[in-house]
């Protein structure tokens, strides 16, 4: 038997051997003249092949070229926007196939709203929400253009250049039957007309993805397969904007995205997955008026450099414009998709001894450290969490106080991520930001914990135990957790840490003005899907960037951050979880503590240094009694409380850059 295996053995090695050896050299793929990128002018395209023998072959419409398609015989001609996908072939053989595309502004911002050959219906309506002229189980219309209610607007027209050149692009070119088929094949049918969420590695197609940077020239092209992704969002009466999520294989090209992709000195730059975020919660396609009124699509990317810069690891993400075959899909946010292979390519050891955990169960590996964690921490067992390197206690304090700070109400049994490496477990599972759009709109008040929110499943028990109505279980209930609860709220609410309103309202800033040109452009191409194409309330008026994005970017930096650390805090001292406020907040040499005292209803306060004041009074309900400013800048200050009532209150002194807070009587 052993004789009979090893003969077999020495026989499939030969006949690899022989292949090897025997093979014809690998044939040189086309060369273009030009890469592809944004284009001013028509101009010749020509194509070359190093092998004289070769015969080069084109398409125009997306599809892989074949010896059926147009042969290359002189330059082409390119005056518009087009898509050309070339192959050399020679004896039968065939090089790799090379995709440019090349976009012109002219043609983009006048897309056709039916363009040929691609369908005027997309996926089925389902019976989640309805709309009047559509009944279920009928197909969604489909939406291409780009509305001349923005591109043609006297405050938008001169600016649709500088929007497309402000943002990078992706251009992501297929046959069209791979996202329109109508076939219901799961080898056969268009992704983008069956969308469902059962949907699986049946539904994957092969596509060219290319980076064109306009701005650093920087480009690069790679083949690769491509889903669908999201959930509600795949739903065609939700949203007809869908998200999707780009597979880097062996079997498509190069095995994997090979590119510094993000920017961050922090990110990595070998990739078997990207996520390309369309946005749905509190975005102009959400079939909710109320999600649309409130958009502004960089929440989830805030929530992720919020996580980054209170000291953890979080998926990076960077804004790119969309195209398909050359048509203009829109404003996307491409992000780093949370799997064991991401694990381990920013936390060390082998992919295959990572387990993953998120709100849908297990996503690698296995739960058994999991369960035990949670059952750990709901019994407030501190000490085995530590001894067994099942929590990092930071890291989970800091996750929670992210989405607390940003009032997320899709959380808790919905959109989160934990991972730990068996082999390798440091200090525990990690808890990552992910899909956190549904922030901020519940009001500066509003409290996660007690609110009508998400705060459920796993992630509570771990903190407040078993009973979900109750806080007086998990690791709540631990002296040591609650020390370096406080110790964390510390760090990241006072100071200037991340979460106070000069780091918050700045990292909001920054990330909003990324892209606020290209807010224009996905106005134009999506902000009238709900009032023109599938309306449903009547009410959608043209959302655009100036009358739409900005006011409400304007109400969160003047209403949401410069209060909400304080809400914040409110509320955690409350839950026990801060047990503690600062004596005095860590200073700059020059600016030390100030002195504050309370006698026959006042509050006087002594500072190191002149400066403005701002005081705000809470009650023991963490509502807003009060709020007081001295506008003189004195080093002294007096302000009247003698009309509050003799019961606890909590106050916030906000100096210069510095905030002192404390608990009071009036007496």
Wanted: glycine share 8%.
């Amino acid at each position: 038997m052993q004789t009979h295996r090893l003969r077999i053995l020495w026989i499939c090695i030969t006949f690899c051997l022989v292949r090897v050896f025997s093979a014809t050299p690998e044939l040189a793929p086309p060369v273009f003249s030009k890469v592809g990128s944004y284009c001013p002018e028509a101009f010749a395209l020509e194509l070359s092949v190093p092998d004289a023998g070769a015969t080069i072959y084109y398409t125009t419409d997306g599809s892989v070229p074949t010896t059926r398609s147009a042969s290359y015989s002189a330059p082409l001609y390119v005056q518009g926007t087009s898509v050309i996908r070339a192959v050399a072939v020679r004896d039968g053989a065939a090089s790799q196939v090379i995709t440019n595309s090349y976009l012109f502004i002219s043609d983009i911002i006048t897309q056709n709203r039916h363009p040929e050959g691609y369908p005027d219906r997309w996926g089925v309506l389902g019976g989640d929400v309805k709309y009047a002229g559509y009944a279920v189980g009928e197909r969604a219309p489909a939406h291409y253009g780009m509305d001349a209610d923005i591109t043609s607007h006297s405050l938008y027209r001169n600016s649709l250049s500088d929007a497309f050149l402000s943002l990078p692009t992706l251009s992501l070119v297929t046959d069209a039957s791979h996202f329109f088929s109508e076939s219901t094949d799961p080898s056969a049918g268009g992704i983008y007309i069956h969308t469902g969420v059962k949907i699986g590695d049946g539904w994957e197609r092969p596509l060219s993805v290319e980076y064109i940077d306009p701005l650093t020239k920087e480009h690069f092209q790679e083949d690769c397969g491509i889903r669908i992704h999201g959930a509600a969002s795949r739903q065609p009466e939700k949203s007809g904007k869908h998200s999707f999520r780009l597979y880097f294989k062996s079997m498509y090209g190069a095995g994997k995205l090979k590119y510094r992709f993000f920017k961050d000195e922090t990110a990595v730059s070998r990739f078997d997955h990207l996520v390309l975020r369309a946005g749905f919660g509190y975005s102009w396609m959400h079939w909710s008026l109320n999600d649309r009124r409130y958009s502004q699509y960089v929440v989830d990317a805030f929530a992720k450099r919020t996580q980054r810069a209170m000291g953890n690891l979080s998926a990076h993400n960077r804004f790119v414009h969309l195209f398909i075959n050359g048509l203009y899909w829109g404003v996307y946010d491409v992000t780093e998709r949370l799997s064991e292979k991401h694990m381990a390519a920013y936390m060390g050891g082998h992919e295959l001894d990572y387990d993953v955990m998120n709100h849908n169960g297990l996503a690698a590996g296995n739960r058994t450290a999991f369960d035990r964690m949670v059952k750990l921490a709901e019994s407030s067992d501190y000490e085995r969490l530590i001894g067994e390197q099942l929590l990092d206690m930071e890291n989970y304090i800091d996750y929670i106080l992210v989405n607390f700070y940003m009032g997320n109400v899709d959380w808790g049994d919905n959109n989160w991520y934990a991972a730990r490496n068996r082999e390798l477990p440091d200090k525990g599972f990690r808890f990552f930001c992910w899909d956190t759009e549904n922030c901020f709109y519940s009001g500066v008040n509003f409290n996660v914990m007690t609110g009508a929110g998400r705060f459920k499943g796993p992630l509570r028990r771990i903190l407040f135990g078993a009973d979900e109505k109750s806080f007086s279980g998990g690791l709540s209930q631990h002296p040591e957790f609650k020390k370096l609860f406080t110790q964390r709220a510390h760090l990241h609410l006072f100071n200037k840490g991340a979460l106070t309103p000069e780091a918050s309202s700045a990292l909001y800033a920054a990330v909003s003005d990324e892209i606020d040109p290209a807010v224009i452009l996905e106005s134009a191409r999506w902000g009238t899907y709900r009032r023109k194409t599938l309306p449903g309330d009547g009410q959608s008026p043209v959302y655009s960037r100036d009358e739409h994005f900005r006011p409400q970017k304007a109400h969160l930096l003047s209403n949401y951050f410069p209060l909400r650390t304080e809400a914040l805090i409110n509320q955690l001292l409350q839950a026990g979880l801060l047990t503690e406020l600062p004596s005095a907040v860590p200073a700059a040499a020059a600016f030390d503590e100030a002195e504050v005292r309370f006698a026959k209803g006042r509050m006087h306060i002594e500072l190191p240094q002149p400066s403005k004041i701002t005081v705000s009074v809470y009650g023991v309900d963490s509502k807003l009694v009060m709020r007081q400013e001295s506008e003189a800048v004195d080093t002294m200050h007096t302000l009247d409380f003698t009309g509050l009532k003799k019961t606890v209150y909590i106050y916030h002194l906000v100096y210069g850059s510095y905030r002192k807070a404390g608990k009071f009587i009036p007496e």
